[in-house]
Each structure stands twice: as C-alpha cells, then as structure tokens.
T-cell receptor, first 116, second 115 residues
Framework: GAVVSQHPSRVICKSGTSVKIECRSLDFQATTMFWYRQFPKQSLMLMAT?????????EQGVEKDKFLINHASLTLSTLTVTSAHPEDSSFYICSAKVRTISYEQYFGPGTRLTVT | AQSVSQHNHHVILSEAASLELGCNYS??????LFWYVQYPGQHLQLLLKYFSGDPLVKGIKGFEAEFIKSKFSFNLRKPSVQWSDTAEYFC?????????????FGKGTRLSVIA
C-alpha cells in the first residue's frame, strides 16, 4: 500500500515551454502533498506544500508564478513548470502524507526534467 | 526551524565491513525520525522510522538506528554491508504531531561498497 506515482518519469523540453508533472496517490487519500527538487548529488529541497482544495504554500525563494501547483483532489497534485529555462533542469519528487496516519510520508519515483 | 546534519558526505567501505552513518537534528520539541535510502536511479525508500518507544529501531535489509535524545542523534547502523547497499542515505525529521509539516532532510551520505 501507500504507492505514489509520478508522470512522466522523464521529460525533455525546449526553453520557454511549459511542462506539467502529475503526482498521484494510488491507494490512499493524501490530504497533503509536497513537492521537492533534488539537484545532482544533493539533498531534497522542499519547494511547496499542497493541500487539497487550497492554494499551495511555497518555500522561500521558490517562485509561485513559475512553479504552479494544483491539488485538485485527494489523489492528484500537479506541478507545472512555466516558461522553463535550462536552470530549471532538475529531478522533481512529489510526496504524499497518508490521511489516516499523520506521520507517514511516501515518495514518488521522481521526474527528470531537462530543458534544452 | 528544524535542521538535520549528516556528517559524512561520502563513505567507502569494503564488503562485510560495519557501517555507521551519523545524523543529528536540531529541534526543541519531540520529533519523528526517519532514514531513507535512494539506490542509483531509483526513488526514495523508507529504511526505518522512529516515533516513540524503544529507541533502537530495526528496519529493512538489516539496518537499525538508535535514537539518543540527549545527543539529538539518530545514527544508522548495519553490522555487515553488502555491495547492494551502495546508495545515497538520507536522514529526515519532522515534529511529533506534525500535521501538514513536511519532512526536513539532511544533505545525504553516499555509501560506496567495494568488493
């Protein structure tokens, strides 16, 4: 149980285009989803916290107009990287908290974004 | 604000050697503690977690960790590593009764096990 999926797993896009990444909790309801960014050989950096039906809370230094987060349902959150630039190339990982077990946080497999 | 320190950036061990990876956190209250592993090209997997009770917790694949409250530490151990343990290891923490608070991660320790 407690499986989190992400789609796509890998995407290459041209500079200036937008990319949408989906995060789904497959067998549980997630009241809260988190989006992290991981640079090569570095730790996970929290970008934003997403609660179902409300606006996402962004960490300091993360541009909310560039990284649009939508948490439309208890099983789906999306991250859209708008007008992507090469410096946005990174590994994006979503995570979900299990509704009935407040401390557990499960991670998706990540999405490798490359902006050319 | 919470923070997590992992002192070893890269550890290289021979197979069958014993492993201990350090993790210290800073937070004034009660915390939940986690160790995650990320194998090359794969996603994060939970190795073990501590919420309460016995401070020595056992996880998957022969790993264990000990919570020492007085030292704000949660070191990861394994008596005998295997080549397949080569991976990145992350310590993480969040406050007890954390609600929507996300995990805070350490910078990670890369473990390389050589034959």
């Amino acid at each position: 149980g407690a499986v989190v999926s992400q789609h796509p797993s890998r995407v290459i896009c041209k500079s200036g285009t937008s990319v949408k990444i989906e995060c789904r909790s497959l067998d549980f309801q997630a009241t809260t989803m988190f989006w992290y960014r991981q640079f090569p050989k570095q730790s996970l950096m929290l970008m934003a916290t997403s609660n179902e039906g409300s606006k996402a809370t962004y960490e300091q230094g993360v541009e909310k107009d560039k990284f649009l987060i939508n948490h439309a349902s208890l099983t789906l959150s999306t991250l859209t990287v708008t007008s992507a630039h090469p410096e946005d190339s990174s590994f994006y990982i979503c995570s979900a908290k299990v509704r009935t077990i407040s401390y557990e946080q499960y991670f998706g497999p990540g999405t490798r974004l490359t902006v050319t | 604000a919470q923070s997590v320190s992992q002192h070893n950036h890269h550890v290289i061990l021979s197979e069958a050697a014993s492993l201990e990876l350090g993790c210290n956190y800073s937070y004034g209250g009660t915390v939940n503690l986690f160790w995650y592993v990320q194998y090359p090209g794969q996603h994060l997997q939970l190795l073990l977690k501590y919420f309460s009770g016995d401070p020595l917790v056992k996880g998957i694949k022969g790993f264990e960790a000990e919570f020492i409250k007085s030292k704000f530490s949660f070191n990861l151990r394994k008596p005998s590593v295997q080549w397949s343990d080569t991976a990145e290891y992350f310590c993480a923490v969040n406050p007890r009764n954390s609600g929507n608070t996300p995990l805070v991660f350490g910078k990670g320790t890369r473990l390389s096990v050589i034959a």
